[in-house]
């Protein structure tokens, strides 16, 4: 850290040093020796500092443990998270070095209009923050930021993997941002630093995965405390189990190249192969399942006979007995003969009876 401020220009160390000093209670002006007054009453609308800066330059590197001179609390509680340890502690390249300045870029602007705008008196929340007004990236809602200048942050180190598919998913084009799911400066979840805690009781564990995703899906919040449903609120799964919310190659955001491949990954009983298939089943599971929950039985779209006869004409199971040879569907349920219905290896079983 000294040996960054010694390769500073003397203007610029005279900047930084003012700006420590005021973080103590001390007033003054930047941009000039002269010191001003302080000025008694706060401003009540933001502080918008001047364009370029006291430098008139572009900003440079100032080093964490300026930061840190005002950012004390966020700095102890930042170092604590694994991005923290990282940066902080383990950098693995030149860019992790820089640690806060990674991330929010060159703050020896932002610095020197933060001077400015304590000698006036404000408070640093009172401050105009985001790229236009101090030069760094604050991840702010109120700043002039935009989804695509803070996710741009992320994906310098996070373009790998599941992440690579962030550009085209459906979340970038709607204007999602990272720290939107993503608590970045402290250890809120055991894993991948969401903005929700892990909860858990007796009876059910609440996983930080599933809670960030029903914020907005609301539909499916629903679905999942419909009678039958996936066990996604008592935590045996979670919506990432079946879904990248970072994008991907296949349709939903499916971690699988079709829903019928995706629901194998658990159900694999019913993969086969089988003897004797059963088309729809080959075809889509959502051709008789709802994914999330239903009011039906085993996640059913609709309730037998009527689901098997969407494609199953009807006459010939009428519902009630009529000759002694006729079939009929007893107690309206034809699985109580056609029982393997997602499949048969049985020499017998074409009907699936067996």
């Given at each position: 850290m000294i040996a960054r401020l010694g390769t500073a220009r003397p203007s610029m160390i005279a900047v930084l040093v003012g700006a420590l000093i005021i973080c103590g209670g001390v007033g003054i002006a930047s941009g000039s020796a002269q010191s001003t007054p302080v000025s008694a009453a706060p401003s009540a609308t933001p502080f918008q500092p001047s364009q370029g800066g006291v430098t008139g330059g572009p900003a440079t590197y100032v080093g964490d443990e300026t930061c840190k001179a005002c950012h004390q609390a966020q700095a102890h509680e930042f170092s604590q998270t694994t991005m923290g340890k990282i940066m902080l502690v383990h950098p693995r390249d030149e860019n992790e070095s820089r640690g806060c300045e990674s991330c929010h870029g060159?703050?020896?602007?932002?610095?020197?209009?933060?001077?400015?705008?304590?000698?006036?008196?404000?408070?640093?929340d009172q401050v105009a923050h985001g790229p236009g007004a101090a030069g760094v990236i604050t991840f702010r809602k109120d700043s002039d930021e935009s989804a695509e200048q803070d996710n741009a942050i992320c994906l310098t180190c996070h373009d790998k993997g599941e992440q690579s598919f962030w550009r085209a998913s459906i979340h970038s084009s709607r204007g999602l941002r990272c720290v939107d799911c993503h608590t970045i400066m402290r250890q809120v979840?055991?894993?991948?630093?969401?903005?929700?805690?892990?909860?858990s009781s007796p009876f059910i564990t609440t996983r930080p995965e599933t809670q960030v995703c029903l914020r907005c899906h609301l539909t499916q919040k629903m679905e999942i405390n419909l009678p039958s449903h996936m066990p996604v609120r008592e935590g045996a799964m979670a919506c990432t189990d079946c879904h990248n919310p970072h994008g991907g190659p296949y349709p939903d955001q499916l971690v699988r190249a079709t829903v019928t491949e995706?629901?194998?990954?658990?159900h694999a009983e019913k993969r086969g192969p089988f003897l004797w298939m059963h088309p729809p089943v080959m075809q889509n599971c959502l051709n008789c399942h709802q994914p999330h929950g239903s009011i039906n039985r085993f996640m059913l779209t609709i309730r037998p006979p009527r689901l098997c006869q969407q494609c199953h004409i009807g006459t010939y199971h009428p519902g009630t007995p009529a000759k002694a040879n006729t079939l009929f569907v007893f107690s309206r349920a034809c699985l109580n003969c056609h029982s393997a219905i997602h499949g048969s290896n049985a020499p017998g079983g074409m009907d699936l009876t067996r």
């Open positions: 060159p703050g020896s602007r932002y610095i020197a209009e933060m001077a400015k705008a304590m000698g006036k008196g404000l408070k640093p979840s055991p894993r991948f630093q969401l903005s929700v805690a892990m909860e995706t629901c194998y990954t658990c």
